[in-house]
């Protein structure tokens, strides 16, 4: 191959180490932070949460971030051109999360700016809040799109270079495929049947199982498929 042999088993171990650390605190965050977080009427009582709930989010981009370029290093040797259109997507899909982080922090200049308070009445203040979310709402959804087609690239990688068992991979390319599905049916459906999100929920299984598979199993390194 390509690379060194130990630094392809780190880059292995990186991989497998990104994906554990963003679902989990992908997964933590939902449960335990971002339950009641906006309730802007009583904002007062859930501001530390809110502002732990985004802190959280930024180190799961970050957490992305390096997930995506761990997976270019350890598939570039399959294609380097497809490995490196979907470094594109995902790292694509940490900067948009950046940026939908920041839109939702928003709500804390809005909230807690006296001067706005003495224009503005509470509701108006909340309904403004509100709208910041929902715009961030909406970029969570391009955010599953680009996600999915990017991960979706890695994973026919995967599938090609025999590193991992068949069974992962297409459990891989089913979650996100469901994502890119979901994604583009909250934007193109007004009211997208519910049923669509429970397809999601394979996923966050899936992302642990194969991160912890990288972590203990490793890969199984077959002689180059070089296809760049």
């Known amino acids: 191959m390509g690379n060194n042999g130990s630094s392809f088993k780190l880059y292995v171990k990186h991989l497998g180490?990104?994906?554990?650390?963003y679902i989990i605190l992908g997964m933590f965050n939902s449960l335990l932070f971002?339950?009641?977080i906006y309730n802007f009427g009583a904002f007062d009582e859930v501001e530390i949460k809110f502002r732990l709930a985004q802190t959280i989010d930024i180190i799961m981009f970050i957490a992305v971030i390096w997930a995506s370029w761990a997976q270019y290093l350890v598939t570039k040797t399959i294609?380097?051109?497809f490995a490196l259109v979907a470094l594109l997507f995902r790292f694509g899909e940490g900067l948009l999360g950046f940026v939908a982080t920041i839109i939702t922090l928003a709500v804390i200049a809005v909230l807690k700016n006296p001067e706005f308070s003495t224009v503005f009445q509470d509701e108006q203040l909340h309904t403004l809040a509100s709208i910041f979310v929902k715009i961030s709402g909406s970029m969570w959804d391009v955010l599953l799109i680009i996600m999915g087609i990017g991960a979706t690239i890695f994973m026919y990688?995967?599938?090609?270079?025999n590193y991992?068992?068949?069974w992962l991979v297409l459990w891989g390319l089913f979650t996100y495929i469901s994502m890119?599905?979901?994604g583009f049916s909250n934007i193109v459906l007004l009211n997208p049947p519910?049923?669509?999100?429970y397809f999601m929920m394979p996923g966050a299984f899936f992302e642990i199982t194969f991160g912890l598979w990288l972590l203990i199993k490793g890969i199984n390194i077959q002689p180059?498929?070089?296809?760049?």
């Open 194 to 197: 519910q049923v669509l999100s």
């Open 224 to 228: 180059d498929k070089n296809n760049a």
């Open 157 to 161: 990688l995967f599938y090609v270079s």
């Open 180 to 182: 890119v599905v979901y």
């Open 17 to 21: 180490a990104a994906y554990l650390i």
């Open 164 to 166: 991992v068992p068949k």
């Open 34 to 36: 971002k339950q009641g």
């Open 79 to 81: 294609n380097k051109n």
